[in-house]
């Protein structure tokens, strides 16, 4: 009698419609970000990204290729390419209509910000366009990109030799670019076999890393005849803090699951890291440009060593554009205030210095473009999926 009532049961489940979950939470291979259409400016978000947001819960409808929106008392269903919604049974004409592209269900963002209860702000001209949803006490920063015919055909990495001049003298540097918007593109930060205080060659970290792209990251005991070389400042990867640097003002570089990069001082880290969107990071320093201009001050980072506060040399530095692209930069002979003229003239709306001088390395499609004079502790990467 229990086996003949299981197998009803089984039936009958079988004939309930398919529903899924627009998406789950965002996850190290999951990608999310606001489209910005280029003609019209109408900006669409992904369905997922609302999914577990400020109690709203998302359901698709793959068969009827609907999409409903559940915030409390509040419904809101829409159907991809109708430019009708319903608000609880309530039909609403819409201006513009959801849209699927790359597998991800787009709807319009004032739509969700007028019927649901959520607020957003943009960010900066100066820097990477993003928006802050916010709903309640929770906030949600999305990278946005404007949506034009040729964004598909972006590359991911691009690699360039390019000289700049800075005071009447000439640097010839090595540059790789990275779409962060990218599909394809993760970034990873690695350490050697996952522990503080070994070294290894950035190659040989890249290779075993499969990386198209591998940078040196933060200054390190270099020096000590000791076998434990310790990384100086915070590194965070696969959001697990690693190195704690104990209230270093040295810049951070950090990135999110959606690829979302910035640059933030050492003492907002720790309020930074509890908000619990940190995905990846490193610290080094100093800052070369924030918002589009020149901002180098070594003394109020902490720095103390001639060969950053005067001298020139092997140097390393990460930059990101206004488009949400990482710039990877390798330079020779350059003074601190030169790199950050580099970074400026290169199209880095901020930037920040790496180790250098013997650690300098830049990997790239399976060889060097700079090869660093030492092993080093750990290493930005870039792979591709």
Not at 99 to 126: I, N, Q
Not at 181 to 206: Q, T
Not at 232 to 249: F, H, N, Q, S
Request: charged share 20%; proline share 4%.
């Amino acid at each position: 009698m229990k086996k003949r009532f299981l197998l009803i049961l089984l039936a009958l489940m079988c004939l309930v419609p398919s529903v899924t979950l627009a998406a789950e939470r965002p996850s190290a291979n999951v990608k999310n970000k606001v489209l910005l259409e280029a003609q019209s400016g109408v900006s669409y978000i992904p369905a997922r990204a609302l999914n577990g947001f400020s109690g709203i819960e998302v359901i698709w409808s793959a068969s009827s290729k609907r999409a409903e929106f559940i915030q409390g008392a509040a419904r809101l269903s829409l159907t991809v390419g109708e430019k009708t919604a319903l608000i609880n049974e309530s039909p609403l004409s819409l201006s513009n209509a959801a849209f699927v592209e790359e597998g991800t269900v787009y709807v319009p963002l004032k739509l969700v910000l007028d019927k649901l209860e959520l607020s957003a702000a943009w960010s900066r001209s100066t820097a990477p366009l993003s928006v802050t949803l916010t709903g309640g006490e929770e906030k949600l920063v999305l990278p946005a990109v404007t949506r034009t015919p040729s964004s598909a055909a972006k590359k991911a990495v691009k690699q360039e030799q390019k000289t700049f001049k800075v005071s009447k003298k000439s640097f010839t540097v090595q540059i790789v670019t990275v779409d962060l918007m990218h599909p394809d593109v993760r970034l990873n930060v690695v350490l050697v076999g996952d522990e503080i205080g070994k070294v290894e060659d950035l190659s040989s970290m890249a290779k075993r890393s499969k990386a198209a792209v591998a940078i040196n990251g933060t200054f390190f005991d270099a020096y000590t005849e000791s076998a434990h070389k310790a990384p100086y400042g915070y590194i965070v990867t696969g959001g697990e803090l690693k190195m704690k640097a104990g209230g270093d003002r040295r810049t951070i570089f950090t990135y999110d699951t959606n690829m979302l990069a910035g640059m933030i001082p050492g003492p907002d880290f720790t309020d930074a890291f509890e908000q619990g969107s940190i995905e990846g990071a490193i610290q080094a320093g100093p800052r070369l440009v924030k918002d589009g201009a020149v901002a180098v001050d070594v003394v109020e980072e902490g720095f103390r060593d001639p060969k950053i506060l005067t001298g020139g040399g092997a140097r390393s530095a990460l930059g990101i554009t206004k488009n949400h692209e990482l710039l990877f930069v390798t330079s020779s002979g350059a003074t601190i205030p030169q790199l950050a003229e580099i970074m400026k003239q290169a199209g880095a709306v901020q930037a920040m210095n790496l180790d250098g001088g013997a650690s300098s390395g830049l990997y790239y499609n399976g060889k060097y473009l700079t090869t660093p004079g030492r092993k080093i502790s750990n290493a930005l990467i870039v792979t591709l999926q």
